[in-house]
């Protein structure tokens, strides 16, 4: 089975300022996509950035970008320039990219980030 | 509204007590699916459902019950409350094409 790890459950940085949240996982599948989602205090689950395994090149969205390393298992989530509005719970995701798995989605445990004027 | 809609967005209930949470979506999207969030565990799968009447467990499916009889909704019932499941339930539909989720607002559940 599939796990999403977050090792560090409280991150915090200054506005402005760049921060990286850890997150690795476990897969014996090549095909699948991982995504980081933003919860702020209001409780909606925002999609913030997705990477399709198969693509070498990391993927960007602004501000946030992800390094995906998969020999290792590992993809971060870089903010940079951070403001107050990225204040929320960071979650880590995996899907298999097989049909039969129901698209079902796992998530990691979550990293609250905090930002200090 | 178009999306994907929870209710309550708030309730408390009595232990032993039976308790619906509603989930109505206008996608049309194939698959629903009922998540819990608690602190340090993210969140854990309930239930999923492929289609209007498949439905299969999840990670955490002990003491809910689900049903899906039309393709937009997916209510989840809690048979007889316990403390354990106060929690934060999310609902949320994917279209078979897509990548990600899109969520509902959140239904913040306490058991007393």
């Known amino acids: 089975a599939q796990t999403v790890t977050q090792s560090q459950p409280e991150m915090s940085v200054q506005e402005a300022e760049t921060v990286t949240l850890s997150c690795t996982y476990d897969?014996?599948?090549?095909?699948?996509?991982l995504f980081w989602y933003k919860q702020p205090p209001s409780r909606q689950m925002i999609l913030v950035i997705r990477?399709?395994?198969?693509?070498?090149q990391n993927a960007t969205e602004n501000r946030f970008s992800v390094n995906f390393q998969k020999a290792a298992k590992s993809f971060s989530l870089k903010i940079s320039d951070s403001q107050l509005g990225d204040a929320a719970m960071y979650f880590c995701?995996?899907?298999?990219?097989?049909?039969?798995?129901?698209?079902?989605?796992?998530f990691g445990p979550g990293t609250s980030l905090s930002v200090i004027p | 509204d178009a999306g994907i809609t929870q209710s309550p967005r708030y309730k408390i209930t009595e232990t032993g007590r039976q308790v619906t949470l509603m989930c109505h979506q206008t996608w049309s999207h194939s698959y629903m699916f009922w998540y819990r969030q608690d602190l340090g565990h993210g969140l854990r799968l309930i239930y999923y459902s492929a289609a209007a009447d498949i439905t299969d467990k999840g990670e955490v499916p002990d003491g809910y019950v689900v049903s899906r009889s039309k393709t937009e909704n997916f209510p989840l019932t809690l048979e007889s409350a316990t403390r354990s499941q106060t929690s934060v339930y999310f609902c949320a539909s994917s279209d078979v094409r897509s990548y990600g989720y899109t969520f509902g607002s959140g239904t913040r559940l306490t058991v007393v």
């Open positions: 897969t014996s599948e090549s095909d699948y996509y």
């Open positions: 995701a995996y899907r298999s990219g097989k049909k039969t798995s129901y698209d079902k989605v796992i």
């Open positions: 990477q399709e395994a198969y693509k070498q």
